[in-house]
Each structure stands twice: as C-alpha cells, then as structure tokens.
T-cell receptor, first 110, second 115 residues
Framework: AQSVTQLDSQVPVFEEAPVELRCNYSSSVSVYLFWYVQYPNQGLQLLLKYLSGSTLVKGINGFEAEFNKSQTSFHLRKPSVHISDTAEYFCAVLNEKLTFGTGTRLTIIP | EAGVTQFPSHSVIEKGQTVTLRCDPISGHDNLYWYRRVMGKEIKFLLHFVKESKQDESGMPNNRFLAERTGGTYSTLKVQPAELEDSGVYFC?????????????FGNGTRLTVT
C-alpha cells in the first residue's frame, strides 16, 4: 500500500522569504509523484510532477521539487514567496491510484 | 475550454436526507474521478469512471453512496441517507487518459454539510 505524509499542516512564511513544504511517501514499487495547489475557493491545480528522469522538477509559479529516492521524499521549494502563493498544497503519489497527503496550508506574512 | 464544473457548490442537509452531487467533466475526457476531503484530513479517492463504466470503486465508503455516469458524460454522486460523517468537500476530476499520461483537471468541489 502507498501513503503520503505531509508533517506540516500549516507553514507561515514572510513575503520574499524561501519556503520548503515537506512530503514523504511510502510505496513498495516505483511511483509517480505530484504536487497540487488549491487556491481559496478554487479546485486543485497541478503544480508539478515527477515521472522519471531528472530528480529536480520545475513547476509553475516558480516552484520546484526534488525527488529523493533514498529518503523517500519529494519536498516542494520556492526561493522567494509572494502573497499570491497563499494556498493549500497537497503532495500525491500515484501507483494504481492517486493518493494525497493531508495538505499544508501556506500563509504569507506581509 | 470549459473546466470541470460541479453543482451545487454548497449543500446543507439534515441527517437522513438525500443529496445528489453533479459533475460535468471537460468535454472529451473519458476518465472521471470522485474524491472526498473530510475536514483536515487527506483527499481520499472514491471512484473512477472510464466513459460510463466504473473502473475502480474501491474507495466508496458504503452502500449509501451511489455514483452514476449515464452516457459517459456527466456524473452524479448520490448519498442516501446522509449521515453526519459524510460532511466534507467532494471533488470531481477528469482527464483525457489515465493518471500518469494526462493531468487531472479538478472542479471547485461541493461542500456538503450534514447536520
């Protein structure tokens, strides 16, 4: 069985500061990994995905994530956040179906 | 193109009543998924349609939930009778192909409150 752990339910960050949202997964087989974002009052939107190849994946809005197989992690990073990044972020792993984590609410402090 | 639309956006019903949620996928998307998020918890898979057929319904919580996709277009998710623990946000998503080959497009969700 596969699972996803997002340890941080809420992350407050000052505007223009860097941020890292943590994601760890467990799976007995090779997986595909995703980050989705949900802006207020909207549906989920794909930020980025790792299917194969380079372990550093770049997504929309300046976000990137690094797949680390030995640590079973897929942390999301952005070097400088903006007010518009305020949202909830979900990590997900795909084996037979897409399994989501519990989400991390990112709050940007002006 | 129009996105995935869900109706209603909010629904408040009493325990024991029936509610039907509707999802209109993006035109041409054969794959349709239902997910649910109970407050503060993970987004959980409910089921997956390919056209009008149920490909995987392993996430459906119990037989009070009935999903249909007649004609392979829009889908409905009926909860009858509703219980307090059914409260949450129900998301629908669609894709042209399976999970890894094409991205999922999500609707804005239906927030269901059972009182």
């Amino acid at each position: 069985a596969q699972s996803v752990t997002q340890l941080d339910s809420q992350v407050p960050v000052f505007e223009e500061a860097p941020v890292e949202l943590r994601c760890n997964y467990s799976s007995s087989v090779s997986v595909y990994l995703f980050w989705y974002v949900q802006y207020p009052n909207q549906g989920l939107q794909l930020l980025l995905k790792y299917l194969s190849g380079s372990t550093l994946v770049k997504g929309i809005n300046g976000f990137e994530a690094e797949f680390n197989k030995s640590q079973t992690s897929f942390h999301l990073r952005k070097p400088s956040v903006h007010i518009s990044d305020t949202a909830e972020y979900f990590c997900a792993v795909l084996n037979e179906k897409l399994t989501f984590g519990t989400g991390t609410r990112l709050t940007i402090i002006p | 193109e129009a996105g995935v639309t869900q109706f209603p956006s909010h629904s408040v019903i009493e325990k024991g009543q029936t509610v039907t949620l509707r999802c209109d996928p993006i035109s041409g998307h054969d794959n349709l998924y239902w997910y649910r998020r109970v407050m503060g918890k993970e987004i959980k898979f409910l089921l997956h349609f390919v056209k009008e057929s149920k490909q995987d319904e392993s996430g459906m919580p119990n037989n009070r939930f009935l999903a249909e996709r007649t004609g392979g277009t829009y889908s409905t998710l009926k909860v009858q009778p509703a219980e307090l623990e059914d409260s949450g946000v129900y998301f629908c998503a669609s894709s042209r192909q399976g999970f890894a080959n094409s991205p999922l497009h999500f609707g804005n969700g239906t927030r269901l409150t059972v009182t």
